[in-house]
């Protein structure tokens, strides 16, 4: 499995488009702070977005298409799927 995901620092703020093979682990990694990086240093922990693949090719262009998208469009794909910006990651626990 492998998931492209979009964080937020809170509702309209900063974006972080990302791409991993475990979900669940990352999102943590990204809200504990334990990876230097853009997200720490801005806030960037809450879960917003993501979309699971099968097949890694697909997954990473998803990402490079996302990370070319302007940010309005980001924001509209989070609002269309997630209208009141809701963390997701507590959905991800089993």
Do not use: C
């Not at 334990?34 to 806030?43: A, I, M, N």
């Amino acid at each position: 499995m492998y998931a492209v995901y979009i964080l937020a620092s809170r509702r309209n703020g900063t974006l972080y488009v990302g791409v991993t093979t475990d979900l669940p682990r990352r999102v943590f990694e990204h809200k504990a702070g334990t990876v230097p990086g853009f997200t720490r240093k801005h806030g960037v922990k809450q879960l917003m977005h993501f979309e699971i693949f099968d097949d890694v090719n697909n997954a990473i262009a998803r990402e490079k298409q996302l990370k070319r998208w302007r940010r309005q469009w980001k924001i509209e794909l989070i609002q269309d799927g997630n209208p009141d910006w809701h963390d997701l990651y507590p959905e991800l626990s089993p």
